[in-house]
């Protein structure tokens, strides 16, 4: 498994930004489509966007043209930016290496510890 240590979550009043980091020191990072999820209390956890090794990004409708996920494959590092933050974007925010095949090897997914991100005025 591979181990993802997050960072950057915090409180903020709504329109304000935040930048979340997720750092995958050691590991084979630019195989895994990586992607950031969030759960809020008593709500099922939700992606909230996604970005291929490639580069090709997809967000939740919710975000989209607030939020804006990139990797840097050298750093074995995947941000999300997050700007315009609304009250309904709090939640505990994790990041997710997704499960992929490699060279014949099979690589299961792995969570981070997730990160707190709270909007209130």
């Known amino acids: 498994q591979v181990q993802l240590v997050e960072s950057g979550g915090g409180l903020v009043h709504p329109g304000g930004s935040l930048r979340l980091s997720c750092a995958a020191p050691?590991?084979?990072?630019?195989?895994?489509?990586m992607t950031w999820y969030r759960q809020a209390p008593g709500k099922q956890r939700e992606l909230v966007a996604s970005?291929?090794?490639?580069?090709?990004?997809n967000q939740a409708d919710s975000v989209k043209g607030r939020f804006t996920i990139s990797r840097e494959n050298a750093k074995n590092k995947v941000s999300m930016q997050m700007n315009s933050l609304k009250p309904e974007d709090s939640a505990v925010y994790y990041c997710?290496?997704?499960?992929?095949?490699?060279?014949?090897?099979?690589?299961?997914?792995?969570w981070g510890q997730g990160t707190q991100v709270t909007v209130s005025s």
């Open positions: 997710k290496t997704e499960p992929t095949n490699y060279s014949g090897i099979y690589y299961s997914g792995s």
């Open positions: 050691g590991s084979i990072f630019s195989i895994y489509v």
């Open positions: 970005i291929a090794n490639g580069g090709r990004t």
